[in-house]
């Protein structure tokens, strides 16, 4: 197998690399990795490969992260199965359609439900077979890195912990609940005595070993599904709220909302589990979340505190944020559940595409 995926040298995107380097550890495959940010080897095309696996790296802007030198090689790889990983799905739809269909993709890996992935891709390009999977998983890297910060037992100063990104008008009502949740919870317990430590803010990111740092010192963290609740398949959405926003230039997201976007609000499901649930979880930080469904991974009151979007019930969460063997009970469980278990571990990942690519190149090679 030839993974192709893209990580700037100076990139701290620990998320991406763990994701790529599992494949090596774990696979009972020969694989190659091949970073395009240090451009296409000569002898590349040479090289007779079985399966080519296009991360999700690559995708994450358009136009998407390939040369034309690369995409030259891709169309000469006419036997060769070709396998996609994508995230942020939601948004340059009929590009990446497109792609699948001029480059032939043999597989995609979506983060859509089961259901709703197939109705995007088979409705849209020439793909027949789509797998589900997650943003990301468990590494051994979070599980030894979280095992020493929590032997040293030190005291967590934060009460409240959270780190997001605000996210544009037109991916809907879900991509702004990441920033919501943060601004909400700080103005509504600013009497609380809580000690809190949100942000929004690019400048307050963590990066490397200080978002270690930040997560062993907080007791809890919000949080809400990953995703957003507006898919623009043809990018007609995303044209009319811009213009929209042209012609009133100091709108508000609900001005927006209200004239563009509640027609398109969950049109297509679109949520699913964070890489930030595993990481609160392994480093044992009590989950405040808003509900959802997370993959069918978590449950509210065993494994996360459920605050009500419209922060009705506040009172009855800053209740059990004071009953400590609640909050213990909690943060064993779903310690148990998702790191302890090794059920969500690259390792399993990784285990699973070997035999559902086994059992798809057998079938077409038959």
């Not at 090596?24 to 095309?45: A, F, Q």
């Not at 891709?74 to 590009?95: G, P, Y």
């Not at 509504?188 to 005595?193: H, S």
Request: hydrophobic share 35%.
């Amino acid at each position: 197998m030839l993974l192709i995926y893209r990580l700037p040298l100076a990139s701290f995107a620990s998320t991406i690399s763990e994701h790529v380097l599992a494949f090596p550890l774990y696979s009972d495959h020969d694989i190659t990795l091949l970073n395009v940010e240090l451009g296409l080897p000569d002898k590349l095309s040479s090289r007779n490969f079985d399966v080519i696996v296009l991360h999700y790296s690559l995708f994450g802007a358009y136009p998407f992260r390939l040369s034309d030198r690369f995409l030259d090689f891709l169309r000469s790889q006419v036997k060769t199965k070709k396998v996609a990983f994508f995230q942020d799905e939601h948004q340059f739809c009929q590009q990446r359609f497109d792609f699948i269909k001029k480059y032939k993709i043999d597989f995609i890996y979506s983060l859509f439900t089961p259901k709703n992935a197939k109705s995007v891709y088979l409705q849209n390009t020439t793909c027949t077979t789509i797998h589900h999977t997650l943003t990301g998983y468990v590494s051994e890297r979070l599980i030894k890195t979280s095992a020493y910060y929590l032997s040293r037992n030190e005291p967590r100063q934060v009460d409240v912990g959270y780190r997001t990104r605000t996210l544009p008008f037109y991916m809907g009502k879900g991509a702004q609940e990441k920033s919501d949740i943060g601004k909400m919870f700080l103005e509504k317990t600013k009497n609380t005595g809580l000690e809190c430590d949100i942000s929004a803010l690019e400048d307050d990111r963590f990066y490397g070993t200080k978002w270690y740092d930040f997560l062993a010192n907080c007791k809890f963290s919000l949080g809400v599904e990953a995703g957003v609740s507006i898919v623009d398949l043809t990018g007609k959405i995303r044209r009319e709220a811009d213009h929209f926003m042209k012609e009133n230039l100091h709108c508000d997201f609900n001005e927006v909302y209200k004239e563009v976007l509640l027609p398109h609000e969950n049109n297509i499901f679109y949520r699913t589990i964070s890489p930030r649930i595993f990481e609160s979880a392994a480093f044992k930080v009590c989950l405040i979340l808003f509900p959802g469904s997370y993959s069918g991974i978590l449950k509210p009151n065993i494994h996360y505190i459920e605050l009500e979007k419209d922060f009705s019930n506040l009172n009855e969460v800053l209740e059990q944020m004071r009953d400590r063997k609640l909050v213990e009970k909690m943060v064993v469980k779903t310690y148990d559940d998702l790191i302890a278990s090794d059920r969500y571990h690259y390792r399993d990942f990784i285990r699973n595409f070997d035999s559902e690519m086994d059992s798809a190149v057998k079938k077409i090679d038959l």
